[in-house]
């Protein structure tokens, strides 16, 4: 099969799909090559699950723009049967397919290896028009076996000090999808795709969640009428003014994450950035926006990438 052909990093990583992945697939589409795009994981050992639902908006919006669906290379190997097997069990596979979103260039479910990488809950799809009950259905079946069965096979308690019981567990994490769930259709207007992963090597919690809405700017500019003069002033509107009119509300999501020791991601359009523990006071009291070292090391503005991608990372070692 011919076409432009991109080469999928050994280990591809949030980093490396910002930095490597999506800049190659923007260089094609700036160029107006409308040719067929080749994602090759010939060489990919392994994905980290919070890209996986950057995968799936990164081929709408390749589709939006070719006259062809990107397609996926992945070789009949050993290494690549054990790849699949992990692409199955997360979800990957089902939805590129069901949505119409990818093409294979062999049957993906050939030569699938069952055995587990990680313990997996997989990735769901929000429609845009998904009712508040739907919603929550989704998470609760979301949550629900990760708590009550994946979790019990790490060697440290997730619950320790911090939570009194496994039902405050299931809350918070559950408020955390939620919150960026409902963002992406009432903000973005869009569909989401949503992961959930905890994985044994790092004694984390991934939580992913990527639409090809509207992005913080346009949204802000749609929805209130206010005049913001970039995507990083949008996202920071978004994230503080917002939140005096909500019960929860990403800043609330953000600042829970950070205190307790996690990372959080936010994308929007062009704009990337990065909140870590170190600046939780500084995010608090609302002290980033004027900080240029924070800018300096923390934002990025020339990743094009649209809608909004939010990946949260939270520590099981507490």
Same mark, same amino acid.
């Given at each position: 099969m011919s076409g432009k052909v991109i080469l999928v990093p050994q280990y591809l990583s949030s980093f490396e799909f910002y930095n490597n992945l999506l800049k190659q697939v923007r260089n094609i589409l700036v160029h107006g090559d409308s040719g067929e795009i080749i994602f090759d994981f010939s060489n990919t050992s392994k994905i980290e699950p919070l890209t996986i639902p950057n995968l799936l908006c990164l081929g709408f919006w390749i589709k939006s723009k070719s006259i062809s669906k990107p397609?996926?290379?992945? &070789?009949?190997t050993f290494e690549a049967d054990i790849l699949k097997s992990y692409l199955d069990n997360i979800g990957?596979?089902?939805?590129?397919?069901?949505?119409?979103?990818? #093409?294979? *260039?062999?049957s993906p479910y050939s030569g699938i290896d069952s055995r587990k990488i990680d313990p997996l809950c997989g990735t769901l799809m929000f429609n845009s028009n998904d009712n508040i009950d739907s919603v929550i259905r989704g998470? %609760?079946?979301?949550?629900? &076996?990760?708590?009550?069965?994946?979790?019990?096979?790490?060697?440290?308690?997730?619950? %320790? =000090?911090i939570y009194d019981d496994n039902q405050l567990f299931k809350n918070e994490m559950s408020q955390f999808i939620f919150e960026l769930v409902v963002n992406s259709q009432k903000h973005g207007e869009s569909f989401s795709f949503t992961t959930l992963h905890a994985k044994h090597s790092t004694k984390s919690i991934y939580i992913s969640v990527s639409d090809c809405g509207k992005g913080f700017l346009r949204s802000i500019?749609? #929805? *209130?009428?206010?005049?913001?003069? =970039? *995507?990083?002033?949008?996202?920071?509107?978004?994230?503080?003014?917002?939140? %005096?009119?909500?019960?929860?509300?990403?800043?609330?999501?953000?600042?829970?994450?950070? #205190?307790? =020791?996690?990372?959080?991601?936010?994308?929007?359009?062009?704009?990337q950035i990065i909140f870590t523990e170190r600046i939780l006071y500084a995010f608090i009291k609302n002290k980033l926006i004027h900080d240029t070292n924070f800018h300096k090391f923390n934002v990025k503005n020339d990743v094009l990438f649209p809608g909004v991608h939010i990946e949260l990372e939270i520590p099981m070692l507490w």
């Open positions: 397609c996926i290379r992945i &070789p009949y990957f596979l089902d939805l590129s397919m069901r949505y119409d979103i990818f #093409e294979f *260039e062999q998470i %609760s079946y979301y949550i629900d &076996p990760f708590s009550d069965k994946y979790l019990k096979k790490f060697d440290v308690s997730i619950l %320790s =000090s500019g749609d #929805e *209130e009428n206010v005049r913001v003069n =970039s *995507e990083m002033d949008a996202i920071f509107y978004g994230i503080y003014k917002r939140n %005096s009119s909500k019960i929860y509300g990403l800043f609330n999501v953000i600042r829970r994450v950070l #205190e307790l =020791s996690g990372k959080v991601r936010i994308h929007s359009n062009n704009t």
